[in-house]
């Protein structure tokens, strides 16, 4: 367990809405990630963050924003939902160990947009 | 990691039996790799890991071998049980920081009673 709290879990909502996600993290990471993941591709990275106000685009950023104003929140925004956005998104951090930076997932945030 | 289209590959075994799942990852440059599981409806857990300098790492019930020349990944579950159904997945980084790690997109594991 990653201390990472995705809300809300569940969501439906209207194309051309905004929706926000919310990560939450207790053990101070510096590193946090907001993934996609969609039937027949792998985990794939949205945008990312390295420290407070620090972010950066991934593989899949277009109609994505994010924001990290503290050390424990990092906020996924859709600005103006589209159906091509339904998916389940997953908040991450990584941990360095011995081996390497390992990255640990929250549980899911199921987006549907109608 | 494994290139699918858009139905998982799946592997089907009979409880008892040990299972292996295999990877082939993209980069010859990848120094760490992952396994992961995840159970329908929940978040990837971390399974294994193995640095690049080893060809082989074990844990409870599961091993992980990695063979650099082929660029190959198994995962190896011991005595698998209906609690190991699940879809597997590796993952790959190319370096320091999490944002390089590139993820297949998995192996559906059915385990038999």
Do not use: C
């Given at each position: 367990d990653a201390g990472i709290t995705q809300s809300p879990r569940h969501k439906v909502t209207e194309t051309g809405t905004p929706v926000t996600l919310r990560c939450h993290q207790t053990e101070n990471h510096r590193y946090m990630y907001w993934y996609r993941q969609d039937p027949g591709h792998g985990l794939r990275?949205?945008?990312?963050?390295?420290?407070?106000?620090?972010?950066?685009?991934?593989?899949?950023?277009?109609?994505?924003?994010?924001?990290?104003?503290?050390?424990?929140?990092?906020?996924?925004?859709?600005?103006?939902?589209?159906?091509?956005?339904t998916s389940v998104y997953f908040c991450a951090i990584s941990s360095p160990n011995s081996s390497g930076n390992t990255i640990y997932f929250g549980e899911g945030s199921w987006l549907t947009v109608v | 990691g494994e290139s699918v289209g858009l139905h998982l590959p799946t592997l089907s075994v009979q409880e008892g039996d040990n299972s292996i799942i295999n990877c082939a990852y993209s980069n010859s440059a990848s120094d760490y790799f992952i396994w992961y599981k995840q159970e329908s409806g929940k978040g990837p857990q971390f399974i294994i890991d193995i640095r690049s300098n080893m060809d082989k790492r074990q844990g409870q019930r599961v091993t992980v071998l990695l063979n650099k020349t082929v660029k190959h990944l198994s995962l190896q579950i011991a005595a698998t049980q209906p609690g190991d159904s699940a879809v597997y997945f590796c993952a790959e980084n190319l370096g320091t920081g999490g944002f390089k790690t590139i993820f297949g997109a998995g192996t559906r594991l059915f385990v038999k009673a």
């Open positions: 990275l949205i945008h990312y963050s390295y420290g407070v106000k620090d972010t950066d685009k991934g593989e899949v950023s277009d109609g994505y924003s994010v924001s990290r104003s503290k050390t424990e929140d990092f906020l996924l925004t859709l600005e103006s939902a589209t159906s091509s956005q | -």
